[in-house]
């Protein structure tokens, strides 16, 4: 790993938003990203340390990390959570954060 100083300060593990149906809000998972990014808050834990992925289908991971991104737009660092509980969905997600530009997927060995 080249350049730390983008994983400091405040990254916090991003929540996702949810519309009345139990679907994926990706205008909320927008105004939140927004409203961090307000704060000043430095990056965001996309899909990790919630506990929620595991409940996710891997569509909805996905929506989420790229309505994230839509907003923030390199404003902040995006790392993206990608472990499943089988390895195909781990790769898929993987691949989609590659696409997605994200700075850092974890589970990793980039930072070993």
Known sequence: MKDI???????PAF??????????STERVKALTRHLIA???????VGGSSGEC???HPDERKA?????????????????????NNTA??????AHAAVSYTHLTLPTSDLV
Do not use: F, N
């Open 5 to 11: 100083t983008k994983y400091r300060g405040i990254i």
């Open 15 to 24: 929540y996702a938003c949810y519309a009345p149906d139990g679907s994926i």
């Open 39 to 45: 704060k000043g808050v430095k990056g965001v834990y």
């Open 54 to 56: 595991i409940y996710q």
């Open 64 to 84: 989420v990390l790229e309505a994230v991104m839509s907003e923030a737009k390199g404003k902040i660092t995006v790392i993206a959570h990608v472990a499943c």
């Open 89 to 94: 969905d781990s790769v898929e997600l993987d």
